[in-house]
């Protein structure tokens, strides 16, 4: 569930900061950025979301277990937190700066919802992964109406 919240938020996010990857169009107002900010997200949700999902669903869950290890060994249970944390920074390394932001936001979203102190379950699991499909619809959605009305 964290991979499919922190990935959606990464998504929007990068394509907010970096709305034109390609240099091929010119940015001069707010409504170009905003426009070219929306059409850039599905395409960082295509390439982004397997990524989190995968690697940063299995480091996460190594993370969290060394973390558990390690406090259950020092029976310090703070120490679970700081060596998780570290270890998500070491294995969002990977590729420097991007997916050093991705695995910090995976880190953060999944202790806030580890803070709830919910038990999910696989079909709720299961269903978080609408949200990024439902994300990519609406903006590609509003990429087609503009295509289709403004252009």
């Known amino acids: 569930m964290s991979a499919s919240v922190s990935g959606t938020i990464f998504a ?13 169009i010119s940015i001069s107002s707010i409504h170009e950025y905003f426009f070219a900010s929306i059409s850039i997200i599905p395409f960082y949700m295509m390439y982004s979301l397997p990524a ?3 690697y940063g669903v299995i480091t996460s869950i190594i993370s969290d277990k060394v973390g558990d290890f390690i406090s ?13 944390g570290l270890l998500h920074i070491v294995f969002g390394l990977i590729l420097i700066w991007l997916s050093l ?5 995976f880190f953060i979203t999944d202790r806030i919802m580890k803070r709830r102190k919910q038990q999910y379950k696989w079909l709720e699991a299961i ?12 903006f590609m959605g509003i990429v087609w109406v503009k295509d289709m009305f403004l252009n």
């Open 12 to 24: 929007i996010i990068l394509g907010f900061i970096f709305p034109n990857l390609f240099g091929d």
């Open 72 to 84: 259950i060994k020092t029976k310090e249970k703070k120490v679970e937190s700081i060596v998780s």
């Open 127 to 138: 269903k978080s992964l609408a949200l990024p499909v439902v994300t990519w619809l609406i």
């Open 52 to 54: 989190i999902l995968i």
């Open 101 to 105: 932001g991705a695995a910090m936001l």
